[in-house]
């Protein structure tokens, strides 16, 4: 049993100790299940969210921090709830984002300039020199 959190629902891509720009996560009726992930039209992603630039910024630190506890030093992807009190709750860490050209992810990079091509690219040759 876990507390209910009111809130928005953002994410944050990490690559190499970087966060990517806050994604926010928004279905048009009720959660962030499988149908509204998959299902096209049923939830509104906003990349970069529209948040006050220091919980912007405080959400991308906490992904860091996250990513680097958990020892995930090539990508991941970090979830997180606001309440609406403006506590930032950490749900959980994707160790395998998705990586279609709409995932969460690649609209990030996409965000601040980086291709989808370029991503993959990147994401490719970063695990090829960790796992040496």
């Not at 906003?46 to 910024?57: G, H, K, M, Q, S």
């Not at 609406?84 to 395998?96: D, G, H, M, P, R």
């Not at 601040?112 to 993959?120: A, H, K, P, W």
């Amino acid at each position: 049993m876990e507390e209910y959190i009111q809130g928005r629902e953002f994410s944050v891509a990490v690559i190499e100790s970087e966060a990517l720009p806050v994604i926010e996560i928004a279905p048009l009726e009720g959660f962030y299940d499988y149908k509204n992930k998959y299902k096209a039209g049923s939830t509104i992603e906003t990349c970069p969210a529209d948040l006050p630039p220091a919980i912007f910024r405080q959400i991308q630190q906490y992904a860091v921090a996250a990513a680097k506890a958990l020892e995930l030093d090539t990508y991941c992807r970090i979830d997180f709830m606001l309440s609406e009190s403006e506590q930032i709750y950490c749900l959980e860490a994707n160790t395998l984002p998705g990586m279609t050209p709409t995932s969460l992810l690649p609209q990030e990079a996409q965000a601040i300039g980086i291709t989808f091509e370029d991503l993959c690219e990147r994401l490719i040759r970063i695990s090829l020199k960790n796992n040496k």
